[in-house]
């Protein structure tokens, strides 16, 4: 589930197959069949192309059967929370124009990654990016100078400057101010869960504004 039931009512059957092969899946497959496939599902040709084309219509289906599942499973513990979609698939890019000033102040006006003084044009930037984790999270943005940012990209963070970011002294306070989420834990997780995914050899935005490598 759900690999043996996204192609039709008989998925496990190779005639039926229309995005990946599935003749060797069925509803008990075993851990030894799924190692001999690598974990994998192989996409037939043209399946990633047409993903792509319908993701507006069938990403929006399939987080909401997504969130519905996961309510129904944790009906008490999520009573308290209002921002289960936001938890489970990120938030849409928004303005944080409302933050830059402030994140400047609290950084006492240096440039998060290298330490410079920031000058006149101050970006804010997702230490894990938006790209990978879809989060706002005032523990995730830092001020920092153009030239940081544009080097840095879409780059993974080492976890030390993941660390540092959610350490910071004062984001609590600004949080409170701004009316802005700020979780720290939950982005430290985050951040450790995409370290441990990356390959070794991974190029990674390390502090100071350097480039290091993971190793294991």
Known sequence: MPATHLQGPRPYRSESDFLYESAW??????????ESHNWMLCLKPGAAAALVKTSALTIPAIQRFWEDDVKRFNRE????DLQLAERLFGSDRISLGAVRAPLSRMQLGKCFYCGARLG???HVDHVIPWSRCGSNDLANLVAVDPTCNARKSDALPTTNVIEAAVSRNGLADLAKDQNWECHPDFVRR?????????????????SE????????
């Open 25 to 34: 899946l069925h509803k008990k497959v075993t851990i030894e069949e799924l």
């Open 120 to 122: 006149s044009t101050v």
């Open 190 to 206: 985050m951040g450790g869960a995409l370290f441990e995914a990356a390959a070794p050899g991974s190029r990674l935005w390390d």
């Open 209 to 216: 504004g350097k480039w290091a490598e993971k190793i294991v």
């Open 77 to 80: 513990l999520l009573q308290r």
